[in-house]
Each structure stands twice: as C-alpha cells, then as structure tokens.
C-alpha cells in the first residue's frame, strides 16, 4: 500500500500546518522553512493515512471488545 498523491489543486492545508504535520511524524529531522508542493501533499497524505488507520483501529477495538463480552 502506498501513500496517496495530491495535487496542488487538491491540497487543504497549509504550508505552516505541513510542517507541522511533518515535525509530528519526525521529530529527530529539521523541516526546511520552504516547503514545496510535494513536501505539502505528502504532509497530507501522511495525515490522512493516519486518521485512516486510526479509525480502522477503533473499529478492530470494537470488535475485539464485543468478541470478548
């Protein structure tokens, strides 16, 4: 499975909130101030995958808790 690629017409948010999306993801790395369009989609994608995986995970805790009771 792969990230997906946003273009620059499909990009929601902003260059300050991509990095710090990207400073969250890796702490131990310096953001360059100049973020391009790719550092901010990918930024995106990062975020969106782990809202998805977040969700898939509550919905497995769910499970788990009904299977158990």
């Known amino acids: 499975m792969s990230l997906r690629h946003f273009t620059p017409a499909e ?9 710090r999306i990207l400073r969250f993801f890796f ?3 310096s953001i360059p101030p100049a973020l391009t369009d790719e ?5 995106q994608a990062l975020l969106v ?3 998805d995986v977040s ?4 919905y497995v805790q ?3 808790d009904k299977a158990l009771m």
């Open 11 to 19: 990009i929601v948010i902003t260059r300050v909130e991509a990095g």
């Open 27 to 29: 702490p131990a790395q």
């Open 39 to 43: 550092d901010i989609s990918y930024a």
């Open 49 to 51: 995958e782990a809202v």
């Open 55 to 58: 969700a898939e995970m509550g």
């Open 62 to 64: 769910v499970l788990f």
